[in-house]
């Protein structure tokens, strides 16, 4: 089904339509400040293995996620001093930032470097629908079959209707992902260029 919101200024009863739905196993797609999002619960597995095999993923690929704040991130990546002042001079943004993993993050989600990519998008569609629910959502964006982003939710909606629950539409998305980021030891590496600035790194 799909249900057209508002990005800026959310319908709670769309935001807990989304929410019974994630805690119902099920697969959603939400707007970002990039391209849609397909999301689940970070801790169901069964709908995690369902997103691996509706994009043809690798499963050693892994997964990033949503957050609604700086203290929930704390929950899932280890954060010093120098990493909270990056992420707060971009975040909320079209960023995903590649942080150390905490013991609290599924495994499936982390990297064999025992990383984890968060993101806290400028979007209160999905900051709204990430509080309602408690807990931090997947991530990624869907391809058509020649591995291109969708941004037309009508075009999700049409070619996953059948193992997708609920497309919240807020019309046509950005073209572009995120901008991939990863902060260690002091440094920030771009490992994917995308929608966001990274002009603060000069």
């Given amino acids: 089904m799909i249900i057209s919101v508002h990005s800026e200024n959310p319908n709670l009863r769309h935001v807990r339509h989304a929410v019974d739905a994630l805690k119902e196993g099920e697969l959603i797609v939400y707007p970002t400040d990039t391209l849609y999002g397909l999301g689940c619960d970070i801790f169901n597995k069964t709908a995690i293995e369902k997103i691996y095999a509706l994009r043809k993923m690798d499963r050693k690929k892994p997964l990033s996620f949503i957050c609604h704040d700086f203290s929930q991130i704390a929950e899932y990546a280890k954060i010093s001093n120098y990493v909270y002042k990056v992420m707060k001079s971009i975040l909320p943004g079209p960023y995903t930032i590649v942080l150390p993993a905490t013991n609290k993050v599924p495994k499936m989600l982390v990297t064999k470097q025992k990383t984890v990519g968060i993101r806290i998008p400028d979007n209160e569609f999905a900051l709204a629908l990430v509080k ?20 037309d939710p009508d075009a999700i909606h049409e070619l996953y209707k059948t193992q997708i629950k609920y497309v919240f539409s807020s019309g046509i998305s950005a073209s572009e992902p995120s901008t991939v980021i990863e902060i260690k030891d002091g440094e920030i590496g771009v490992l994917r260029e995308g929608k966001g600035d990274i002009s603060f790194l000069d």
């Avoid at 991530?139 to 941004?151: E, G, K, R």
């Fill in 132 to 151: 309602e629910f408690g807990g931090p959502i997947i991530s990624t964006t869907l391809t058509s079959d020649d591995q291109i982003a969708i941004s």
